[in-house]
């Protein structure tokens, strides 16, 4: 079996849980890239991961084969796992660089919609870049699109600590081609995660599962942050629920534009979302902890969207100018 070469840069909660379970997996080199404010910390305590069904379980540390603050001492890599938040991705871009090799795929499980969104097949828009997520394309300057596989994440973790991951619910993982073409990576990929206990399937349009689970994110995140309230207590408010149905009516017309239709109803999704539970958002969990707030590639990238296409989006509108304002008050959005 060939080893691959596998980096995690960024090991916030999803980051973390990915990096435990291939630290021990049997063909694969894992090397962390991580924040050096939190290098030392990580090299003394390693990586932890615990269940919610049992937080108190002990569980053995786990150490990646190597973990740095810079790219360059990480050297060229097989795959890049991209677990950073999109708020730093722009700016980080360049930093990443010495990753990357001829062959080197990007497999971004970050929040929201991509910079490469529409390449899927009769995509609208082709070549056009969502200034709200790559504004000055310093993304697809340093990272070109060949590089790069996407994935869709469903499952809710939370990080107590550094390099300390618990795990809420869900397993799965989505992988595929921007393009939506079958290919040796995206299997080379999805089956190292189904063999590290993931859930792993392909898709042949990552962007039809991105935007599916953005239609939810793009409500029940903003709203967590304004609030403070969980998932359960959001829909628990039948005038709170009523912003998150038409907003999601609005959604639901762009994407439908876009070629991405969804079949279910608000209604269907809120059903779907009821039987979680009481959680909180990743976005909640970020305002508490002051960090900036993914609201341009959760809303704003839906709402330049409805721009380009001249939909009246005023629910949308409503809530991502409160969601912004309040980051904005706060530090957490520039």
Partial sequence: MKTLKVCVVGLGAIGTWLAYRLANQQGVALSCLVRGSSLKELKASGLHLRESSSPSAPTPKREPKDISDKAEHLGVQDWVLLCV???????????????????????????????????????????????????????????????????????????????????????????????????????????????????????????????????????????????????????????????????????????????LPIEQTPQDRHLVTAKLGAFKSSMLQDFEAKRPLELDALIGAVHEMGSWLNHKTPYMDALFGLARLQARTYGLYK
């Fill in 85 to 259: 938040k999109t708020t730093s991705l722009a700016e980080s871009a360049k930093d990443l660089v010495p990753l990357l090799g001829p062959e080197t795929k990007i497999l971004s499980l970050m929040n929201g919609v991509p910079w490469w969104f529409f390449t899927y097949e009769n995509a609208p828009f082709k070549s056009r870049t969502l200034k709200s997520i790559d504004p000055l394309g310093d993304i697809q300057t340093h990272l070109p699109l060949k590089h790069w596989m996407g994935a869709v994440v469903h499952a809710s973790c939370s990080s107590p600590g550094t390099g300390q991951c618990l795990h809420h619910f869900g397993n799965a993982l989505i992988v595929g081609e921007p393009s939506g073409a079958p290919s040796s990576s995206a299997q080379e990929i999805s089956d190292l995660l189904s063999r590290t206990g993931f859930e792993s399937s392909l898709s042949t349009c990552i962007q039809k599962d991105i935007w599916y689970k953005l239609w939810g994110n793009m409500t029940i995140n903003p709203l967590s942050a304004l609030t403070g309230a969980t998932t359960d207590k959001i829909l628990g408010d039948e005038l709170v629920k009523a912003l998150v149905t038409n907003v999601m009516i609005e959604a639901k017309s762009i994407g439908g534009a876009i070629g």
